[in-house]
């Protein structure tokens, strides 16, 4: 690693390096390029980091990313009540949200059970989630976790939770991706695709 | 791109994709990787940023980097002040100093003339050079600026400038590289290195 002499400059590299995916070469590259740059880039870069991690909050319901005390997906009142799909975190609400299929509300659960890595069911939001569904009234918990053993496991842990509610608990349908050949499926995923067919419908 | 609902997120997503080789999607990967650790990780590295951008100085005499009015290496007494080596940036003098062969000073141009680009040489660091060459008797300085025509364009109007001032002007040699083989070495530095040539010691 290349010696930097000024402490300014090393500190931005280390605090840099420490992202993932980014080394001390590539932070050092960064620091390079905003020394060239305006006053101006690095601060705003820089607020707009700190103001985003010390102003975030998270929806008191859902425990999605929000500005203020509730989500804008909980506070919509076009979005269907009735029906929560729990998943592990809030990146997994922005793809779904970005399919523009699903019109109810949703649980984030802000990881999933994983004893290898010590995290336990008291670790997870999961709180509320039965007063949630009583007091709303929900007709339907539909699952979008990860398809591996800790994914499972939440799932079998929350199904648990919620079976004497009376609820529909429905998961993620999962097959053959659309523009993919059969050839290059695994067998797992082929063989739940025909277990789960559905009517042919044009 | 996926749609983000919250406007600090949005913000800081926005910023960090302005650095180079950084895109929205590693962007948003960033911010939520920040979102998942302590508050302390994002303000030290927002402040870290903020403050090497608008604390960090560059040294009056030869343009490198500082923490105060002159860089650590104009400072140390232990520096042979009669050899300056120019070169583009402040990267230059990291890699240089990283060899450790060097135990000149420096003299940081921060560019090199490209008409293209509309950097003539009135853009770079060379007003203060005459004089710096002078009042400290230096004897040699050399260049180590890139073998582009850019490159080659800034030597000779700096070989021109300082000419009369009855120095030794130098540059970097030129050669095939360590462990290269002569097979992958394209001709024109090979050509270069045959004319260059140099007695064999051992």
Redesign the interface.
Known sequence: M????????R??V???A?????GAK?A????????RQD?D????????????????KFCIKCH????GDY???CTNPQRDGSTICIVE???DV??I??TGQFKGLYHVLGGIISPMDGIGPSHLNLDNIEKRIVENNVKEVIFALPTTIEGDTTSFYIFKKLKPLNLNITTLARGVAIGDDLEYTDEITLGRSLVNRVMYSV
């Open positions: 290349i010696n930097i002499s000024s402490k300014l400059v500190d931005a280390q605090e840099l420490k992202l993932p995916g980014i590539t050092l590259r960064l620091v390079l390029h905003l020394l006053v880039t690095s601060v705003m870069l820089g607020n707009a980091i700190v103001s985003m991690r010390t102003n975030i999605n990313i929000a500005d989500c804008h997906i975190n809030i990146k922005m793809v949200e970005n």
